[in-house]
Structure formats: C-alpha cells, structure tokens
C-alpha cells in the first residue's frame, strides 16, 4: 500500500425523532400514526437510502430516552449513570462525583389505611405556588445525609444528595394513580453496604418530613378550600451518580457536536464529551429541525452531529394518536431541506431514526416495538423501499439492527471502520486511524 490521494472527510448526520415509533390503533385502521403520516420527504429519503427497523435493546422492551440514547451510542448498560445525575448535569447543578440526584416532583396523595396514595400525579398549578412550596422542602438533613430538592420546572426538580449516599435505591413515585407512594429500598445485593442503607433511611424520612410540612401549609389548606387537591408530597426516582466512561470521541474517532434541547439532551451531550450548541425550542418543531439540519450542513468541523426533537414523543403522551400523525406531517417538512442539500453530498451521511417508540395510546409511559431506521450515503446499498414507517422499513437491506450495531454501521459508512483484530493501540477501538503511538528515531548524535 503506498501513500494515496487523501479522500474527503466524510461526516454523520443523526437525526432521532424522540419517541416516533408506535402501536398500530384501531382509529387508523391498524397503522401507526407514523404511517398515517403524510411523510413525502421521509419517504423520498427512504427511497435513495438502505432501510431497516432500529431497537436500542432487544425487542418489547420499553425504553426511556435516556438509556435508549446511551445504548444508541454504543454504551453498555453497566455504564450508564442513571438520570438523575445527567439532568443535574443539563441543569448546570452543581453535583461532585461522590454527589447521587434523583428526579422529584410534588404531587398529590391521601391517606388511606396507613398509606399515602397517589391521587394526582401530574397537577397543574402555577410556577410560584409550586415554588413557594418547594422552598419550604428545600434543606433536609438526617442519618449524616443533606438532601436538597432544587426546583427545575413547574412541580419538577431535582434531589441532591451529599454524604456517605449510594444511587443503589428504589424509587418512592409510583407513577400510576391509585398506587402507594413506595418506601426507598436497597436494590437486590445491596441491602448490606453501609451507604445503601443511609440513603433509604435518609430519604423515607425526608418523604414523612415533606408530606407533614406540606400537608400543614397555607397554600394547601387554600387549595383544599377551594376543593383543589394538596400539592402534599414528593416522588422521587432515577437516582444516578457520575462514572467515568470514555467519551465518544475516543470511543467512535469522531468528533461529536449535539443539537438537541432539554436538561436531560444536554446532560447526556455533555456526559459523552460532546460540543454543544445553543438551541432552542419554539413553538414550531418543523422550523426547529430544519434550522438544526441546516446547522448540521455547515458544521464541518464536526465529523458526527446528533439532532434530536422531542415534538413526536410530547404528541404521543397526550395520548392522541391523530395529534402525532399531524406532528409527524408537521416534522415531515423541515426534511425537504435535507433532500435538497445533505442527501446529494456523497460526504455527508444521512441517518434517521428514533430512540424507542412512544405509544399514543394505552397504559403503557413508552412501549417495546422497534423504530423505522433509514441510512443514507455515498456507500449504502439502494434497497425497494420507499416509504419511512415502521413496516416498510421492515422490508429493506439493514434488516433489524439492535443496540451499538448502529455505531458500527455509521463508522462503515463513512469509511472510517477498523479491520477487526488489528491493534494499534494499547485500547482497542473499532475506527480507524486509532490513536497509535509512532515509533521514534533516536536523536541524532553530537556533531
Ligand atoms: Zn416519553
């Protein structure tokens, strides 16, 4: 092999579409509100690219976002952090490597034979009433544990912990109305450390001391005269903790830029080593994408850019399958830019996808099924289908492509895998060239 013309530096464009995939519903004759979708431009794009169907893990399970997204870029489960301590990271809260964070929220519960059940798990109220409060929450100390709840958003914050704290506990939220608020546990195994068992103690104490303080406040005795429910406990869930892990520059030889919004996006962008950019959410979703697609385009200091949009998985939690299809023909559009301007560019690889699928409706927060998954490139073999759903994708040339294989296909596309078992470096890596180390002349002896 000798020293060839240098090729052009190829780069990954991935767009995840939060939650797309769905059930079919009997509204839309057994389809999805994706099939149901008036999609032309996902469909031409569909049509010039490789298809398949894309599951994080395997098959039925449920994913959230972010373990979906963590396994998406090629992380092992046993790596992940938990939420909690990616939020605080988005949220720009102030958490040590030794700090655990939860997710908390105030709701509504009742009394009921010895039991607090949750009654409304998702109340409405005004940011000041929601803020007034959570002051009174704020600081709690107990069995060498400070807990303090920061608000966020609404009835929304997070729950730190400092001390001798272990993120290896249940949840208390049940989620579901009508279910007890539940004790924080030990998980399986680590019913025995010494942290484990503070934390639980520390925190169902907290969650006696917050349903007392707040079941006694002004503003919830004004709501129940009013005949609204109290705001008179705290649900807690996802604890997580900082781990080290190696960013996805040194994990896939590309270097990443996010656009995505949201503490949770922007936590796990900035967990990952990824460079972020500013932006923002208005309250159109087609001009969001395609303004983060024209971003994308010219960003050519980045060898890999991650667009996300929440806009399918907000629609399909009001639980209206017809709101998603036309949030999905709404999305549709902003993709008329990327046929126009990165599907052309024999440099620029195309990949759309979704991280998990979000059911419209049902009892479920998020369900199993796989998401539709299109590549498009200079080297992605042309397949038959030409239309972007969960069931046309199903008969293209990628077949079903589960967890980190995503990864590895989009290093294949851009021409940068590594011959699997070469080793140029101490690390094995799967791109190539890998961060060797060349072998050095001595110096030159004195003259
Ligand atoms: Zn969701």
Known sequence: MGIGKAAARRRGILVVLDGLGDHGHAMLQGRTPLMAAHTPNLDRLAALGMNGLYHASLQGVALPSEIAHFLMFGYELADFPGRGYLEALGANLSVTDDDVALLGRLFCVQEEAG???????????????????????QHFQAHGVDVEFIPTKGIQGLVRLRGPVS???????????????????????????????QTCRALNDYLLWTHRILSQHPLNRRRQDRGLPPLN?????????????????????LQPLALATGPLYRGLSQYLGMTL????????????LRERLELARGLADFD????????PDVAAHTKDPHHKQRVIAQLDRAFAFALRAIAPDPNLLLVITADHSTNSAGAMIHSGETVPLTMVGAFTRRDGVSRFDEVSCAGGALG????????????NFLDRGKLFGLRDAPVDQPYTPGPATPLLLPPDPLP
């Open 233 to 253: 406990a705290v649900g807690l869930q996802r604890p997580g903790r900082y781990k080290p892990i190696l960013s996805f520059a040194d994990k896939w030889g």
């Open 400 to 411: 079903l492509v589960r967890g980190a294989e995503l990864m590895y296909l989009i290093l």
């Open 115 to 137: 039991q607090l059940i949750l009654t409304v798990e998702d109340p409405q109220v005004d940011t000041a009433t929601c803020l007034a409060l959570q002051r009174e929450i």
């Open 304 to 311: 890999f850019v991650y667009i996300h949009t929440k806009a």
């Open 277 to 288: 950019l500013p932006v923002t959410d208005s309250a159109n979703p087609e001009v969001d």
């Open 167 to 197: 993120p290896d506990i249940t949840d208390s939220n049940p989620i579901q109305e009508g279910r007890p608020l539940m004790q924080v546990l030990p998980l399986a195994g680590r019913e025995a450390d010494p942290a484990v068992q």
